[in-house]
């Protein structure tokens, strides 16, 4: 069972570059969430899904997209690199959380610099 | 605006003592809560999670409390082992949201020999 998988595990991106970071999960959850832990710091909400098709923005949007066509698949991304988006970011699944056992699983994170 | 907070942000521990990390929250519509367990270099782990039904529930050597009337939550670890060395987060879910965790800013837990 793979769980949550995150790719790349590392990168650096020059200011004004794009990239994506691409979220996966086996466990057929319907929210899907994407966090950044900036160093010493907790992690704050980027964006997340409660379903195919549906997106809503967290704590912290700006600078980033997403989409979801398929359960799956939870993608984020950047469109124009700034050096504030360094940082480490984490995506997780889950089922509707607030029913006992219905905790998120995170993936290993993806570590950006952006330079 | 409101969020979940944490009192002390580094907690120091002797092998085999009791380890208890709280936590402060603010809002009182919130009904859900989950411990994480971060290790370096790594993504959170679930620990334990609580309902505002429930004022305590116990897993694996790990207990967590809650208090409504003061929005105070605790983790309580018992005989606390060198692998429990980590970040500990508390999340919380806003009642009536459609489901996405606050996190707070965490307590490093460190395990002495």
């Known amino acids: 069972n793979a769980g949550v998988t995150q790719t790349p595990k590392f990168r650096i991106l020059k200011i004004g570059q794009s990239m994506t970071l691409q979220c996966a999960q086996d466990m057929n959850h319907n929210y899907m969430y994407w966090y950044r832990q900036d160093p010493g710091m907790g992690l704050k909400l980027i964006y997340y899904?409660?379903?195919?098709?549906?997106?809503d923005k967290g704590e912290v949007p700006n600078g980033y997209n997403v989409s979801r066509s398929t359960t799956e698949y939870f993608p984020l991304r950047l469109e124009l690199a700034a050096p504030s988006q360094t940082s480490v970011y984490f995506c997780a699944s889950s089922l509707r959380p607030g029913t006992m056992n219905t905790e998120a699983f995170f993936g290993q994170g993806t570590r950006l610099t952006v330079v | 605006g409101e969020n979940v907070g944490l009192h002390l942000p580094t907690l120091s521990v002797q092998e085999g003592d009791n380890s208890i990390i709280n936590c402060a929250y603010s809002n009182s519509a919130s009904d859900y809560f989950i411990w994480y367990k971060q290790e370096s270099g790594k993504g959170p782990q679930f620990i334990i999670d609580?309902?505002?039904?429930?004022d305590k529930r116990q897993g694996q050597r790990v207990t967590v409390l809650l208090n409504k009337t003061v929005k105070h939550l605790s983790l309580q670890i018992a005989a606390t082992q060198p692998g429990d060395s980590a970040v500990y987060f508390c999340a919380e879910k806003i009642g009536g949201s459609q489901g996405n965790l606050i996190f707070g800013k965490g307590t490093k837990l460190s395990v002495k020999p």
């Open positions: 899904s409660v379903g195919a098709g549906i997106t």
């Open positions: 609580i309902r505002s039904n429930m």
